[in-house]
Nanobody, 123 residues
Framework: QVLLVESGGGLVQAGGSLRLSCAAS????????MGWFRQAPGKEREFVAA????????FYTDSVKGRFTVSRDNAKNTVFLQMNSLKPEDTAVYYC????????????????WGKGTLVTVSS
């Protein structure tokens, strides 16, 4: 079992930045890929970014490419999502996720979920 706890959400103006963190605990000896999903009000949960355990494989959804950066610190069992140039349409609950493969995560295949952190971008 892997427990994921997100932090760093909040209210920011359009054009601003936020950095989300996700701390993993429990069965962290496995080489899990980590990533982020988001769910906007009235919409389905969607994939945002994923990073392999080694950090070599990284995937982003098209709408965040060039603005968001996913990274991880395996020594601290933590994954980050640096979000720049935020837009109102980025407003959503952001969920941390873990899976055995980052590629699988792009298709929604997730083994563990965090409870989410709210990001609100005002115009």
């Amino acid at each position: 079992q892997v427990l994921l706890v997100e932090s760093g959400g909040g209210l920011v103006q359009a054009g601003g930045s936020l950095r989300l963190s996700c701390a993993a605990s429990g069965r962290t000896d496995s080489s899990y890929a980590m990533g982020w999903f988001r769910q906007a009000p009235g919409k389905e949960r969607e994939f945002v970014a994923a990073i392999s355990w080694s950090g070599i494989l990284i995937f982003y959804t098209d709408s965040v490419k060039g603005r968001f950066t996913v990274s991880r610190d395996n020594a601290k069992n933590t994954v980050f999502l640096q979000m720049n140039s935020l837009k109102p349409e980025d407003t959503a609950v952001y969920y941390c996720a873990a899976a055995l493969s980052p590629r699988t995560m792009t298709g929604g295949g997730v083994d563990y979920w965090g409870k989410g952190t709210l990001v609100t971008v005002s115009s």
